[in-house]
């Protein structure tokens, strides 16, 4: 035996050890996965959210934002305020996966509720800032792991992962959870270990994202691409323009794309009632920030597109 | 193509499976076709600039060569080392001198409209002129043969591992071992696995995760920083280079070791040095030994009077720093370290490695002189890192003047123990065994551990944002 062969079997243990110590890991993550966030169990829970708007006779609502769409918006409330003001029976669900934007709710949506044939009647995109932009970053490895199916990949990749290290990243979250999770294990870890990690990682997050500028070629391809396939499957669509703390602004091109395209648009940016008070961060709505918000947009759904809430119009209708 | 990127390694794969299965000429062809594949992923219109290069320095040496008249060989040499940094020099600082030239005109109410060019630096263009440099001085001082297989030279210019970040290679080390069929004697294996490991925890998890804490630092309103933030942020960045730049040439030089050619050792544990000598001797060894054989020993080094000793090492020194780019504060770099260099001089007989002395010294000397010797490092990263000179001066201040710790200065220091502190400990390790591949000869468990805790670190302590090498831009 060559010593090159004897060095390449004793490396061979060496790394034997470390895909048994990687092994144990996958499998730890596998059964904790529901524990690692309450972002992790909503994403779990969203075939039993498909199955609940398939089975429902009411009229079905679909959220769809980021976290926002958790804070912000109370069902009960915006329920309680339809139904005082005359809606039609209804059933509200959300679908809120953290930190994610456009590009995801699309797949989100195709994923669970499409491809599922658990279509709802009416999708309401919640959205503040840039969300509904071209150029956002994508989580290839949360997408991977929970937002498609093998059959969507010939579509990310033609259309949405086009860089080669993410389109590997993208794959290696459909084959291992430990992977695909690395970034909430890292955060929840950290947040235990580092004094006043929050804090501190906000800062250094803020430093690295972008400002919210808008990008001079946007074209809204993907929130384009949300709109043609719900009209596809006969679901009405409107979008909302969420609050945030600091205001922002509304690309006239989005304007254009949804007036081209008949979307209708809510612009709730400024509500009376909320100010700094009402926000528990930059983003997010407290409690009593989400009450008077959901009162607020339940009453203008109300008011502006009767002929799909109101009792007297047809169940599915378009807007 | 990062050496942090996926598709590198994808790229490496199928060049090392095509490697193994040529003979030696065909595995040269294929390392020179890979070498410019690697580059012309940047940019293909760099690869001009190289094949230029590595044309000139080759018929610059073959000329030298044959040349009996001393004089002609001298011309050959000035040529070739006035192209090589006419090229540098063009690339690298025209619009540094262009701008510095009409702001010091205009200083004296001279309005100068100077020709602006937008150009693009080709990567690791200093390095590659710096390996093709010394090897046409070599040539000259008889040190080298001249290579005639112009395949061989081409790959030795260009080699992939170590042409856009180091560490820079002499020909009489990385010439013979193109030149020469490879063998694989055994080990090759294990040792190039231990610097790739290393070299990606140093870059990917320390170097990639720190780099925030120093930005937000160095890119904040000074206004709004306490003394103490900003002494961690100049921790995190004396960090963040050193793992960022050894990280490179650690997954170089194992690459490398896979392919059967060594490549020097670039670091050597430089935070653990008791004084600048020491650092130099540490720290970017293939560059500060450039320096030293091709600049200080040329400048005369300390053959001549004190002063003259002095004034070569400042010399030294500030074209070291200059060597790092056009601004200012890379010159302020390297001439403060030229001071540090010759302020220590008069003790360098009784700090020459302490360890190696008939009596070492005791543990708290040694402590001391490299806490002191890395907090002079650390404020020659403040000038380094610094956007210009003048936020250097107000940063140093608040350090004085401002001083007190708050959430942010803790989490951060937080943030560089939990990162770094597992590598200081294992290289505190490595120093005391006096071998730099300690670990390689560890057992197979020991190993097994370590590079376990390297995955782990990589798989779920990777950064949020992959950054670029630093020492690219250089």
């Known amino acids: ?319 | 193509m990062l050496f942090n990127s996926y598709v590198f390694w994808a790229f490496f794969v199928i060049v090392f499976a095509l490697y193994r299965a040529l003979p030696h000429r065909g595995q040269n062809w294929l390392l020179l076709v890979a070498s410019y594949v690697f580059y012309g992923w940047w940019d293909w219109r760099f690869l001009f600039v190289l094949a230029a290069s590595t044309l000139l320095d080759y018929a610059s040496a073959l000329w030298i060569e044959k040349t009996a008249a001393q004089r002609r060989k001298k011309l050959f040499l000035i040529l070739s080392v006035c192209v090589n940094l006419g090229f540098l020099g063009f690339f690298k600082y025209y619009g540094f001198l262009t701008r510095e030239l009409a702001a010091a005109l205009a200083s004296v109410g001279i309005s100068a409209s100077l020709p602006v060019l937008n150009v693009i630096l080709p990567v690791g263009i200093s390095f590659y002129t710096f390996n093709s440099m010394s090897y046409v001085i070599d040539v000259y001082r008889g040190q080298a043969r001249a290579e005639r297989d112009l395949l061989t030279y081409s790959v030795y210019v260009c080699y992939f591992p170590h042409m856009v970040a180091g560490p820079i290679q002499r020909c009489k080390t990385l010439l013979p071992q193109i030149a020469r069929p490879r063998v694989y004697k055994g080990g090759e294996f294990a040792e190039g696995l231990y610097h790739v490991v290393i070299g990606l925890l140093k870059k990917v998890a320390i170097a990639d995760n720190l780099a925030p804490v120093a930005n937000a630092v160095f890119l904040a309103d000074p206004g709004g920083l306490s003394g103490a933030e900003v002494l961690v942020g100049t921790y995190a960045f004396a960090i963040q280079i050193y793992c960022d730049f050894s990280g490179y040439s650690s997954i170089a030089q194992g690459v490398s070791k896979w392919l059967a050619i060594d490549l020097t050792t670039n670091f050597r544990m430089p935070y653990f040095a008791v004084s600048p000598g020491d650092f130099w001797r540490r720290w970017h060894i293939s560059l500060s030994t450039w320096l030293r054989d091709y600049l200080y020993i040329s400048l005369g080094g300390n053959r001549g009077s004190k002063w003259q000793t002095y004034r070569n090492l400042m010399l030294t020194m500030f074209l070291g720093g200059l060597w790092h780019g056009a601004n200012w504060t890379f010159v302020a770099w390297g001439t403060f370290h030229g001071l540090l260099l010759c302020l220590y001089r008069p003790f360098q007989r009784r700090e020459a490695d302490p360890a190696s002395q008939p009596q070492p010294w005791p543990a708290w000397k040694r402590i001391l002189a490299i806490a002191v010797t890395f907090h002079l490092v650390c404020a020659g990263w403040l000038l380094f890192r610094a956007e210009s000179l003048s936020q250097a001066w107000t940063l140093a201040t608040l350090v004085v003047t401002r001083f007190h710790l708050t959430p942010y200065a803790v989490f951060s220091l937080a943030m560089i123990a939990f990162y770094a502190v597992p590598l200081l400990a294992f290289e505190a390790w490595v120093e005391r065994q006096k071998d730099m591949l300690s670990l390689v000869r560890a057992r197979v468990w020991v190993r097994g551990f370590a590079y376990s805790y390297v995955a782990v670190m990589l798989l779920y302590f990777g950064p949020e944002v992959a950054h670029e090498f630093i020492y690219f831009q250089f």
Not at chain 1, 41 to 69: E, M, Q, Y
């Open chain 1, 1 to 319: 035996m060559s010593s090159s062969t004897s060095s390449f079997r004793q490396e061979a243990k060496v790394l034997a050890i470390v895909a048994a110590v990687l092994l144990a890991g996958e499998f730890a993550v596998r059964g904790l996965e529901t524990r690692l966030s309450r972002d992790m169990l909503h994403i779990r829970s969203l075939p039993d959210v498909a199955t609940r708007v398939a089975g429902c006779r009411d009229l079905r609502v679909l959220f769809v934002s980021s976290s926002k769409v958790r804070t912000d918006i109370a069902p009960a409330v915006v329920k309680d305020v339809m139904t005082d003001l005359g809606a039609k029976p209804l059933e509200i669900e959300r679908v809120f996966p953290d930190d994610t934007s456009v590009i995801e709710w699309y797949y989100y949506l195709k994923h669970y509720f499409v491809d599922a044939h658990c279509e709802p009647d009416i999708l309401i995109v919640c959205f503040a800032d840039t969300a509904l932009q071209d150029d956002r970053a994508v989580h290839p490895e949360r997408l991977g792991a929970y937002g498609t199916g093998a059959d969507d990949i010939p579509e990310v990749f033609r259309d949405d992962i086009g860089d080669f290290g993410q389109r590997t990243e993208f794959l290696l979250s459909k084959v291992s959870c430990a992977f695909a999770n690395r970034r909430r294990i890292r955060s929840r870890l950290l947040d235990s270990l580092i004094p006043g990690y929050r804090g501190g990682a906000d800062r250094l997050n803020a430093a690295i994202r972008s400002t919210g500028a808008v990008a001079a070629d946007q074209q809204y391809r993907v929130m384009t691409k949300l709109i043609d396939l719900t009209r596809k499957e006969d679901m009405a669509t409107l979008l909302v323009a969420m609050p945030t703390q600091h205001g922002y602004a509304i690309d006239g091109r989005l304007l254009s794309a949804l007036r081209s395209r008949g979307v209708p648009f809510l612009d709730l940016r400024q509500v009376d009632g909320i100010g700094d008070g009402q926000f528990r961060d930059s983003l997010h709505l407290t409690e009593e920030g989400a009450t008077v918000f959901s009162k607020k947009l339940a009453t203008e759904l109300m008011s502006n597109y009767p002929a799909i809430f109101k009792k007297t119009s047809p169940r599915g209708s378009h807007l």
